[in-house]
C-alpha cells in the first residue's frame, strides 16, 4: 500500500507535535524513523531496553514501554519477532547493553537495514571533569551505583556512548527512541506522574569501562556524520510516566505508539499540528515535557535519503497475539486504543481486518491485554484465526454509569482525607482515592499565602488552609478555589458543579473517535480577526476519503505544528464542516475550558441548538456560525480548552432537549453557552448516539444494557487549543 511521505509523516507526528516537536525537527526523523519501520525487503533489527527495578527509586512502566514497542514493531511494522531483542530488569546492565548493541545491531545491520534502539529507564546527569559545567547526560541502567565523595565513579552509559554506537551502524535507517529524563527536579512524583529521573548527586564520573569502550568507538573508521535520537524531554525538563487502569507507562512511548497503530495513508493532512484529544495529552499541562531531537553535534538533522514510505498493513487498534479454546477465542494486544477508552471497553466489538465477517467480543482485559470470543461470522467457514491479524474498533460499548474519581492529595491531613471521603461518598458516581491511583482530578489544600491583612503592623498576618481542584499533574484548576478557612465538607459541596463539569467532559471525551469512524466528514478551524486563516482540520483517518483538504497557510501551518494551537483571548473564530458521504450528518459543537466549564457553540436564533436539528448534505458544507457572521470569541480563563465536534447521521434529539430545558430556566439567547447541568446535555449525546447505532449493533448480534456505539455512524473530532 503506497503512503507519500506528507501525508503519513503529518498524521503520526500530530501527538508528537501536541508535546512540543517541531515540524523542523520531526520531519527529518520521520523520515528515518517511519520510512524505516515500513522498508518491505530490508532485515528489521531492534534492541528494546526497559528498566523498572532501581535501589530506592523504582519506576513502573518502563518495561510495559519495551511490551508496547515490541508489538508495534512486530504487528504493525513487520518486525521477525527472533530479529528483537529486549533487555529488562536485572538483564539491563551497562555491559549487557553495550554488548547487545554489538553483537545484536553492529554486527548484524548491513547498508539498507533497519536498526531500532529503544530505551525506557532513569537518566541522570555526570561530570566530565574537575570544573562544574562539563556535565553530560547519561542512561542508568539495572546495575547503578550510587556516587560518593571517596567513590565517584558510576556505571552510566554516557549519551555521547549511545550516539557514536549509533554512528558505528552500516545502515542509515536508525533511530534511537529515548523515554527517560536527565535533571532531577528534587521530587520523584508530580502529582500523579512519575519523574523518570535518578534522585542522586552530579558528583558521579563515567566509570573506566565506560570511558574506554567510548574511546574505542570514537576511533572507528568510517562514522556516519551524524545519529539521530528521539528524546522524550530536553535536558532540563521532566518526562514521566503514568498509571492508567491496570498498567503503567511512560507518555511520550504510549503517545507514539498509539499513533503508530492507526496512523493511516487513507487520509492526508495539510498541517501538522497537534491532535491531543483526551485525557493523556490534556494532563500534560504543566509538566514541561518536551520531546526533542538530539544530534551527535546538536547542529542539524541527518539527511535522508528514503523513497516514499509503504506500509503494508492497514491501520488498526491492536492485534490478535494467541488463538485459544480451538479457536473460539482470542488474546489481543490493544496498543492503538486510547487509554479511557481502554479503561471502559469492556463489551465492545472489533473487527479482524483480513477476514470478511469475523467479529470479536471482549470479554476481559489486563492492561493493554485482552481476551475475546470470536463471534460467529463468515470467515470462520474456513478455519480459526490466526495470530498476527489485525483488529479495529467497530463496537465501543461504554458503561451508563462512567463516574468521576478524585485522587485525594497526600499533603492533606488524616483528619482532611476522612472528611474528604466522606463528602464525596454523598455524591453519585463520584469516588474520593489515594493519591497514588488512577483518577481524573485531584482534591487538595491550595499552597498557603496571606488571606488577610491584619490591623496592627506588629500582629502577623492571619494564613489559612484553602481547598481546590488540581489536574493530574497538580495545576490548580482555574475557579476551584475557595477562601481561606472553609471546612474541608464545605469545600466538596461547593465544588460539586465543576466535578460534574469535569465529569460531563470526561463522557464527552469518550466519544472521541478520530482513529476509529468510517464516516466521512472533516472539519476546519478557521480564525477570521485579528487575522483571517485557516489553521486546524480533522477528519477521520479510516474514512477513506479520495478528496484533499483544503491548504493552509504556510504561516499557519508552520505555527500549528510547532506546539498545541494557540489563539489569543478575544480573537474571533468559525467552523467549516464537510460532509463527504452519501448520507445527511447532524452536528453538535462542544467547548470544555481551563476551568472544565462545558459550553454549547451556535446555541442562538431559531436554530436554537446549533445544527443538531439540521443536516448537512452529502456533498454539502456550512459555516459555524453563519458565513459572514463575526464568529466566535476564543475567551478565558488562560490555559487549555478542547472544541469537540460531534457528526452523527441521526439527529440530537435527546441531546436537543437537554440543552432546550435548560434555555427555558435561563431564557437568554447566546452564540456559547455555558451549560448549568452540563452532566445531563452529556449523558443526553451518549443516549443519543446510542440510539443511532442500534441497527448496526443488531446486525453484529450483541445484547447489552450499556451503551452500544456503532463506529460507522458517528465522528467526534476533537480540537485542543491554548488560551493564550
Known amino acids: 500500500m503506497g503512503l507519500k511521505r506528507r501525508e503519513f509523516l503529518q498524521q503520526a507526528g500530530r501527538v508528537l507535535a501536541a508535546i512540543g516537536i517541531s515540524e523542523a525537527l520531526w520531519l527529518p526523523l520521520g523520515d528515518r524513523y517511519l520510512q524505516a519501520l515500513a522498508q518491505p525487503t530490508a532485515r528489521k533489527l ?24 515490541r508489538e508495534l514493531l512486530i504487528y504493525r511494522f513487520g518486525f521477525v519477532p527472533s530479529d528483537i531483542l529486549t533487555l529488562t530488569d536485572a538483564k539491563a546492565t ?182 491531543a484529544a483526551g485525557n493523556v495529552y490534556s494532563k500534560l499541562a504543566g509538566l514541561s515535557q518536551q520531546p526533542q531531537i538530539r544530534h551527535h553535534d546538536l547542529t542539524a538533522a541527518p539527511a535522508v535519503n528514503f523513497s516514499n514510505l509503504i506500509l503494508n498493513s492497514p491501520a488498526s487498534d491492536g492485534a490478535v497475539t494467541a488463538v485459544e479454546e480451538g479457536g473460539k477465542t482470542v488474546q489481543l494486544w490493544l496498543g492503538g486504543l486510547s487509554p479511557s477508552v481502554l479503561e471502559c471497553s469492556g463489551g465492545s466489538v472489533f473487527a479482524v481486518d483480513s477476514s470478511d465477517g469475523a467479529r470479536l467480543l471482549l470479554r476481559g482485559r489486563t492492561g493493554l491485554s485482552a481476551k475475546a470470543q470470536v463471534l460467529d461470522g463468515p470467515a470462520q467457514t474456513d478455519g480459526q484465526l490466526t495470530v498476527g491479524e489485525l483488529v479495529r474498533e467497530e463496537i465501543r460499548v461504554l458503561p451508563r454509569n462512567i463516574g468521576l474519581t478524585v485522587a485525594l492529595d497526600s499533603g492533606l491531613e488524616r483528619i482532611e482525607r476522612v472528611d474528604a471521603t466522606s463528602a464525596f461518598s454523598t455524591l453519585p458516581q463520584l469516588a474520593a482515592v489515594g493519591s497514588e491511583q488512577p483518577a481524573d482530578c485531584r482534591f487538595g489544600r491550595v499552597p498557603e499565602t496571606t488571606l488577610a491583612e ?180 476564543v475567551s478565558g480563563p488562560i490555559g487549555l480548552a478542547e472544541i469537540m465536534i460531534i457528526f452523527s447521521e441521526s439527529t440530537f434529539a435527546q441531546t436537543v432537549a437537554a440543552i432546550e430545558a435548560e434555555m427555558q430556566q435561563t431564557r437568554e439567547a447566546l452564540p456559547i453557552r455555558v451549560l448549568l447541568n452540563p452532566l445531563n446535555v452529556a449523558r443526553a449525546v451518549l443516549e443519543d448516539l446510542h440510539a443511532a447505532s442500534i441497527p448496526g449493533v443488531q446486525t453484529v448480534g450483541i445484547s447489552t444494557d450499556d451503551l452500544a456505539l456503532d463506529v460507522n455512524v458517528w465522528a467526534t473530532l476533537s480540537f485542543v487549543y491554548r488560551v493564550v
Open 454 to 633: 491584619t490591623s496592627s503592623a506588629h500582629e502577623p498576618a492571619l494564613i489559612q488552609s484553602r481547598y481546590g481542584l488540581f489536574s493530574l499533574a497538580q495545576m490548580l484548576i482555574p475557579d476551584t478555589e475557595g477562601d481561606g478557612g472553609e471546612a474541608v465538607k464545605v469545600a466538596v459541596q461547593r465544588l460539586t458543579p465543576q466535578l460534574k463539569a469535569l465529569q460531563a467532559g470526561k463522557l464527552l471525551r469518550l466519544t472521541v473517535n478520530e482513529g476509529s469512524s468510517r464516516l466521512k466528514v472533516r472539519a476546519v478551524l478557521a480564525t477570521l480577526a485579528p487575522q483571517a486563516r485557516a489553521v486546524a482540520q480533522r477528519e477521520p483517518v479510516r474514512a477513506g476519503g479520495d478528496y484533499r483538504l483544503e491548504p493552509l497557510s504556510g504561516e499557519s501551518e508552520k505555527s500549528a505544528s510547532a506546539h498545541i494551537l494557540s489563539l489569543p483571548e478575544g480573537s474571533r473564530f468559525c467552523y467549516r464542516l464537510y460532509n463527504n458521504s452519501d448520507r445527511p450528518v447532524y452536528f453538535a459543537v462542544f467547548c470544555t475550558d481551563s476551568a472544565g466549564r462545558l459550553s454549547v457553540l451556535g446555541a442562538e436564533g431559531k436554530d436554537a441548538v446549533g445544527g443538531m436539528s439540521r443536516a448537512i448534505a452529502p456533498g454539502e458544507n456550512l459555516t459555524v456560525p453563519a458565513a459572514g457572521a463575526i464568529g466566535w470569541a
Open 94 to 275: 551497562r555491559e549487557n547493553i553495550e554488548t547487545a548493541f554489538v553483537t545484536h545491531l553492529t554486527q548484524q545491520a548491513k547498508p539498507g537495514d533497519v536498526v531500532v534502539f529503544h530505551f525506557s529507564g532513569c537518566g541522570s546527569r555526570v561530570s566530565l571533569g574537575e570544573s562544574p559545567g562539563k556535565m553530560q547526560n547519561s542512561l542508568v541502567p539495572a546495575d547503578d551505583v550510587l556516587p560518593l565523595l571517596a567513590n565517584r565513579p558510576m556505571n552510566d552509559i554516557l549519551e555521547e556512548t549511545l550516539l557514536l554506537l549509533m554512528r558505528s551502524l552500516a545502515t542509515e535507517n536508525a533511530i534511537a527512541l529515548l523515554d527517560t529524563s536527565y535533571t532531577y527536579p528534587g521530587f520523584s512524583k508530580n502529582g500523579n506522574f512519575r519523574i523518570r529521573s535518578r534522585p542522586r548527586p552530579t558528583i558521579g564520573e563515567p566509570g573506566m569501562a565506560e570511558l574506554t569502550f567510548a574511546q574505542d568507538l570514537r576511533s572507528r573508521p568510517n562514522l556516519r556524520p551524524a545519529a539521530a535520537v528521539l528524546a522524550a524531554g530536553a535536558n532540563s525538563a521532566l518526562a514521566a510516566e503514568q498509571e492508567w487502569n491496570g498498567f503503567t507507562a511512560g507518555l511520550f512511548t504510549y503517545a507514539l505508539t498509539q499513533t503508530l497503530w492507526w496512523a493511516t495513508p487513507a487520509s492526508s493532512f495539510s498541517v501538522c499540528f497537534s491532535r
Open 46 to 69: 531492534a534492541l528494546l531496553v526497559g528498566v523498572d527495578k532501581y535501589p530506592d527509586s523504582p519506576l513502573h512502566g518502563c518495561v510495559t514501554d519495551v511490551e508496547m514497542q
